[in-house]
């Protein structure tokens, strides 16, 4: 199973590598994680450097209102497409 580290834990192995303390190979062995673990931790701070570690479960404010708007263009969609029968249905008793 995986291990969970801190998002301060995080944020201070980058730190750590960004001041320069020594390579990433060296700073991972400091705090016994494996080096692709930290090469991810810099790729997704350097991404995103006011949220790179969002939390569990939790998604970033443009994560968030994407995943709003893509479930009302589905409803409206939905809806759409019931209008649809409804007026066809109704067209066809008319005749």
Not at 37 to 43: A, D, E, M, R, S
């Amino acid at each position: 199973m995986a291990r969970q580290y801190s998002t301060e834990f995080k944020m201070e192995a980058i730190k750590r590598v960004e001041a320069s303390e020594g390579s990433v190979a060296s700073v991972a062995r400091e705090l016994g994680i494996k080096i692709n673990t930290l090469h991810g931790w810099l790729k997704r701070y350097r991404e995103k450097p006011e949220g790179p570690f969002p939390g569990s479960g939790k998604l970033s404010p443009d994560d968030e209102l994407i995943r709003k708007l893509e479930r009302q263009v589905r409803d409206l969609r939905e809806e759409n497409e019931i209008l649809k029968k409804a007026a066809a249905y109704f067209a066809k008793n008319l005749k």
